[in-house]
């Protein structure tokens, strides 16, 4: 087994995808409720809900059952620009916040283009009322907790028929629930062997579209734990999701490459200066992207332009999509799923003579490893010494690396 391999999680949906759903999942799992309400008091909601948590049956088969109270009275019509700036101003960690942000994100856009309005318009019993904030909040701090190295959804059944909304009878799936579908390249499995009830929620939906590696189905199922998350519904079957703790492999397989899903968005620019095209990029690589590279290209009438390609995790691909807007002058944005293979890698730092240099240490399908300091850590040292980067990597070689990591294997 590689030590310090991050865990993968799998979350089987047999009978759909809803917030309550994952949320009661991550608390059977483990997760402790403080881990929920910390966030939420972060950003002045803890007067507003309360948890009811039980252990359950549905269909035979026990799990836990998550309901949240709503303890306002008469809850404010709370418009999704007023909640994106309390979630930009709260004072929660960069990751936590990009990722409820970017869930949100995805919710309004997706109503917005449902209903024909822009998303700032976008009213919070659509984005989802106080139950869907506690769930979007809790699930995003839950896996954040959980830290895991993979995260997969199995597709997700739609359902069929109609579903009761603030805007009426509206049929299954929901068109919020398709919009985000069409948006994030999600399957749905659909047909009329599913009951007639809405199975797969907007909510559901996003957190999956924004957390999850991807929608397929593991080729390895190795449970090392299970959390089960009962649905609200009586159906014809058991109502239940099942996120599913994978057990490291005892195998040089954990060492191999990983496939990974990549969204890659580009845009070509002809109308901006060389130094506003070096400030988007910079902007994109710190909202998230994995890379950004640039090409020169000549575009209509002659005109020289700039292609800016950025690789994205399917996850980010909402929050990039704002940085694109908001910092280049571009009116299309093409994005295509693509993907890539990847080798374990871990961060820490390498003592040398120095100090400690900041480095990466990656894992060989042979089971060797490799380390390589981080270029801006070289120029740092090579400006103090007067030596160019490669002489001091070469001495570094030479008296033998000491890596200390910092952190688990993760792909």
């Known amino acids: 087994m590689t030590p310090g391999l991050a865990a993968s999680f799998v979350v089987d949906c047999p009978t759909g995808l809803a917030g309550d759903m994952l949320l009661a999942a991550c608390l059977d799992l483990g997760v402790s409720q403080e881990v929920i309400h910390s966030p939420l008091r972060v950003l002045g909601f803890e007067n507003v809900y309360a948890l009811r948590v039980e252990e359950a049956l549905n269909g035979g088969l026990r799990g836990l059952r998550l309901e949240v109270e709503v303890r306002e009275e008469h809850p404010p019509l709370r418009q999704w620009g007023e909640l994106r700036q309390r979630i930009l101003n709260a004072s929660l960690s960069p990751t936590l916040r990009d990722k409820v942000f970017a869930v949100f994100t995805a919710l309004a856009e997706a109503e917005a283009a449902v209903h024909g309005i822009g998303a700032d318009q976008v009213h919070f019993h659509e984005v989802g009322a106080i139950d869907s904030l506690v769930d979007v909040v809790g699930v995003c701090a839950a896996f954040e907790h959980l830290r895991p190295g993979t995260l997969w959804c199995v597709p997700p059944p739609a359902g069929r028929g109609m579903v009761s909304t603030a805007h009426g009878r509206l049929p299954v799936p929901a068109p919020a629930v398709l919009e985000l579908a069409r948006r994030h390249g999600v399957e749905l499995r659909w047909g009329d062997d599913w009951p007639e009830a809405e199975l797969t929620t907007p909510t559901g939906l996003a957190l999956m579209a924004v957390l999850a590696d991807g929608f397929a189905w593991p080729e390895h199922l190795a449970p090392e734990a299970i959390g089960t998350g009962l649905g609200q519904r009586r159906l014809d079957r058991p109502n239940l999701l099942r996120l599913i703790r994978q057990r490291p492999s005892d195998s040089a397989a954990s060492s191999q490459p990983h496939w990974q899903d990549l969204i890659v968005q ?146």
């Open 266 to 411: 580009e845009a070509w620019i002809d109308d901006v200066s060389a130094e506003a095209i070096a400030w988007l990029i910079q902007q994109l690589r710190d909202g998230g992207a994995l890379d950004v590279a640039s090409a020169p290209l000549q575009m209509k009438k002659g005109r020289p332009g700039t292609a800016i390609t950025a690789l994205v995790l399917p996850g980010q691909a909402a929050a990039l999509r704002e940085v694109w807007w908001r910092e280049s002058p571009t009116l299309g944005l093409r994005e295509r799923r693509q993907g890539r293979w990847v080798l374990p890698r871990r961060r820490g730092s390498l003592t040398t003579p120095w100090g400690d240099l900041a480095a990466k240490q990656t894992l060989k399908p042979d089971g060797s490893q490799a380390v390589k300091p981080e270029r801006d850590a070289l120029q740092r040292v090579a400006r103090s010494t007067g030596l160019s980067p490669e002489v001091i990597w070469q001495q570094l070689c030479s008296e033998g690396l000491r890596f200390k990591p910092e952190q688990e294997w993760t792909c």
